[in-house]
């Protein structure tokens, strides 16, 4: 549940960025979609008036006044199928006939305006990803850090996630892992290294625990991490600390170009042939139910990066994304003419069919193994 609406909004905010630079450089959106397949209600433009009307217009109702020349002839609609969304603007199909006078014609639009409104759906998921960023920090807190060779590295305060093993053994809210196993640790990466490399092994995890204002007292308590994928968890998630809001507004602003960073260098091993930790589909809605599970801030979080790779993803310049269609769109603005309408039909179509079995492979063959194994 969590995870389809985590993708419907997602594509929502992308469409939305589509639809609102067609509608800045006045070209005619026909329709606005929430979803595939059958209409569950729509929103329509006739004679003056919204109307609603449901599946099989059973039900119809006239709603407020409509503008045809300020608000256009979109068509609003919720769909059967509720996983992603689409807009459709005239014109768009390269095989389409269009009317050279008809200014509201995608295809009739400047080149500039044309540009602007393939690249705004990508950009709409790299801002709102500010958004998401910002209600999680603001929301949920900010887990404290140190800065180690101009890396910043998360502290060892902790809280434990119920029913697992940390929790069990009354890992308490804030408390600071300060040994395990008998090696000190001072930082995040050092206590996950020396907890994942003992699965199904008792040890001994030293906190240290906030008696008062002043003073603190040490526990030893008695863990044994569990097995997953060969490597020991405990189940423990960074102690969140509340931010000002400048500085959670800093801080959202920050963050996404972190994720450009990591898709980056998650393409670069991709190339290399490591595809140990590519995941599709239903790995995403998985780790989004998951994310839910733990509260609204990990929810908006998860929402915050996926929405920031939305974005960048869309722009890489392979057909169907938005970044082939600015290829085509930068072709004619070299040249100075269109590309051949056949040419980007079955370049796009390529596309499509690559995507969708990339997306079959990855789920087959990577995502279903992955959650068999949990």
């Known amino acids: 549940m969590f995870g389809i609406l985590a993708l419907a909004l997602l594509m929502v905010v992308h469409e939305g960025g589509h639809f609102l630079a067609a509608r800045t450089f006045g070209m005619r959106v026909l329709k606005f979609s929430i979803g595939f397949g059958p209409t569950f ?13 449901s599946a099989a217009e059973k039900v119809k109702l006239r709603l407020w006044k409509h503008d045809a020349e300020k608000q256009g002839p979109t068509v609003y609609q919720v769909a059967m199928i509720p996983f992603l969304a689409y807009v459709q603007i005239d014109g768009m199909n390269p095989l389409e006939e269009v009317d050279p006078k008809d200014k509201g014609n995608f295809s009739n639009g400047s080149l500039w305006g044309r540009i602007v409104t393939i690249f705004s759906g990508p950009l709409a998921n790299y801002l709102f990803a500010s958004v998401f960023f910002f209600g999680a920090t603001l929301y949920g807190g900010k887990a404290a850090e140190i800065v180690i060779n101009n890396e910043r590295q998360l502290l060892t305060y902790v809280d434990a996630l119920p029913g697992r093993p940390a929790h069990n053994a009354g890992v308490q809210p804030g408390d600071k892992v300060v040994e395990v196993a008998g090696t000190p640790v001072g930082t995040w990466n050092e206590m996950a290294e020396q907890i994942s490399k003992r699965p199904g092994e008792p040890i001994k995890v030293v906190v240290e625990r906030k008696v008062d204002e002043n003073h603190e007292e040490r526990k030893t308590l008695d863990i044994t991490p569990s097995n997953e994928d060969g490597k020991g968890k405990i189940g423990v998630a960074p102690h969140k600390l509340p931010v000002p809001l400048k500085e959670a507004a800093i801080f959202a602003l920050t963050e996404p170009p972190k994720v450009v960073k990591s898709i980056g260098a998650g393409l670069s091993q991709l190339f290399r042939g490591n595809t140990e930790d590519l995941g599709g589909p239903l790995r995403m809605m998985k780790e989004t139910e998951d994310a839910a599970k733990q509260g609204l801030a990990a929810y908006l979080w998860l929402l915050g990066v996926l929405s920031a790779y939305i974005g ?15 290829v085509f769109l ?23 069919l690559t995507l969708l079995g990339l997306a079959l492979y990855i789920t087959v063959f990577k995502d279903v193994p992955h959650m068999l194994s949990k």
């Open 41 to 53: 209600f729509k929103i329509s433009p006739k004679d003056g008036y919204y109307w609603f009307t």
């Open 312 to 326: 960048i993803f869309n722009l890489l310049p392979f057909p169907a994304l938005d970044g082939g269609r600015l």
């Open 330 to 352: 930068a072709y004619e603005a070299v040249t100075r003419r269109k590309p051949n309408a056949m040419v980007e039909v079955y370049t796009n179509g390529f596309g499509i």
